[in-house]
């Protein structure tokens, strides 16, 4: 089918499950779309597991979750080499890491060197075992979850760590219409059990390979760069936006673009990811922090520093 309805029908599918979040399943198809992974802060059972796997049934792909705990060691998500008596040789048996969707269940509650594992195959789209590279099945997406309010027994994510995740999102409660609307759809079976794919893992390599070619204009290109830029000049930011967060604005962008149907950004297509994309990758000074603001907050008070291009505001003509 072609792309604009193709991507409607991942997101009208996995809406018959999650309830009023549209935006959010977006972003979280955004950073499928290029390659990239989501960090989800949120607190326990506003849907995040189901969301996850609502996408994964949708779009065709194969599903693992791994819950994360203090004593879970690097070689249980990646998997190990074990010995075959019969052929004399080394087997290697897969972790559940070698999957396309893969649910990381609160990521900070396991050692840093278990996180670290994670890195390679967000990074590299690939798992080394005993030095053997395995390449990793695609699509692939890693969408790891951290609970914001209960920091106790927790290992936080270092920022080099969090600079690996395209987007943080936050799924937050619903409305209380859409929590009434909430208890018909779910008075009977789950509706996850008779959700069935919409598209297949080929027509999501498909859709990549359309965002890729989504065009940017130079306008919107300098817009992008003066955006992280500014992070790196504010007074109330510690540390900005590292290169590799321009270019996860500069993609995001564009697959939000295609997402809304088009075959170019906007300005609008930029101030939609720009707070899910980068406010993750500031550090700001304590100060700041006790005035109330955050990192949302200064991202938001960027955008309206920052001149938007006039001969960006249409697109191509």
């Given amino acids: 089918?072609?792309?604009?309805?193709?991507?409607?029908?991942?997101?009208?599918?996995?809406?018959?499950?999650?309830?009023?979040?549209?935006?959010?399943?977006?972003?979280?198809?955004?950073?499928?779309?290029?390659?990239?992974?989501?960090?989800?802060?949120?607190?326990?059972?506003?849907?995040?597991?189901?969301?996850?796997?609502?996408?994964?049934?949708?779009?065709?792909?194969?599903?693992?979750?791994?819950?994360?705990?203090?004593?879970?060691?690097?070689?249980?998500?990646?998997?190990?080499?074990?010995?075959?008596?019969?052929?004399?040789?080394?087997?290697?048996?897969?972790?559940?890491?070698?999957?396309?969707?893969?649910?990381?269940?609160?990521?900070?509650?396991?050692?840093?060197?278990?996180?670290?594992?994670?890195?390679?195959?967000?990074?590299?789209?690939?798992?080394?075992?005993?030095?053997?590279?395995?390449?990793?099945?695609?699509?692939?997406?890693?969408?790891?979850?951290?609970?914001?309010?209960?920091?106790?027994?927790?290992?936080?994510?270092?920022?080099?760590?969090?600079?690996?995740?395209?987007?943080?999102?936050?799924?937050?409660?619903?409305?209380?219409?859409?929590?009434l609307s909430m208890l018909d759809r779910f008075k009977g079976a789950h509706p996850l059990s008779a959700l069935r794919p919409v598209v297949g893992p080929g027509d999501v390599l498909e859709l990549q390979g359309l965002a890729d070619q989504v065009h940017v204009e130079e306008s919107i290109k300098g817009y992008i760069l003066g955006l992280v830029q500014a992070t790196r000049r504010h007074p109330d930011i510690y540390l900005g936006s590292s290169p590799r967060g321009l270019l996860a604005l500069f993609r995001t962008a564009r697959a939000w673009a295609l997402i809304q149907g088009r075959d170019h950004v906007l300005p609008d297509d930029v101030k939609a990811v720009a707070p899910p994309v980068l406010a993750h990758r500031l550090l700001l000074k304590p100060e700041a922090g006790l005035h109330g603001k955050t990192a949302e907050t200064v991202v938001a008070q960027i955008m309206d520093q920052v001149p938007v291009p006039a001969e960006g505001r249409r697109g191509r003509p």
């Avoid at 796997?53 to 060691?73: K, N, W, Y």
């Avoid at 798992?127 to 027994?153: C, H």
Wanted: glycine fraction near 6%.
């Fill in 1 to 179: 089918m072609p792309a604009p309805a193709a991507i409607e029908a991942v997101l009208d599918n996995v809406e018959r499950v999650i309830v009023g979040k549209r935006t959010v399943i977006q972003q979280i198809l955004a950073a499928l779309l290029c390659r990239g992974h989501v960090l989800v802060e949120d607190v326990p059972g506003v849907g995040k597991t189901t969301l996850v796997r609502s996408l994964a049934r949708s779009v065709g792909c194969e599903f693992r979750r791994i819950q994360f705990t203090p004593d879970l060691l690097p070689s249980d998500v990646t998997g190990v080499s074990v010995w075959n008596q019969k052929t004399g040789e080394f087997e290697f048996r897969p972790g559940p890491i070698v999957s396309q969707v893969v649910l990381a269940d609160e990521i900070n509650r396991t050692s840093p060197k278990t996180q670290s594992a994670l890195l390679e195959c967000m990074e590299e789209g690939q798992v080394t075992v005993d030095g053997v590279t395995y390449p990793l099945p695609r699509p692939f997406l890693v969408l790891a979850t951290q609970n914001p309010i209960e920091y106790e027994g927790t290992f936080p994510l270092p920022e080099a760590q969090l600079d690996r995740f395209l987007i943080r999102v936050h799924i937050g409660y619903p409305s209380p219409d859409q929590e």
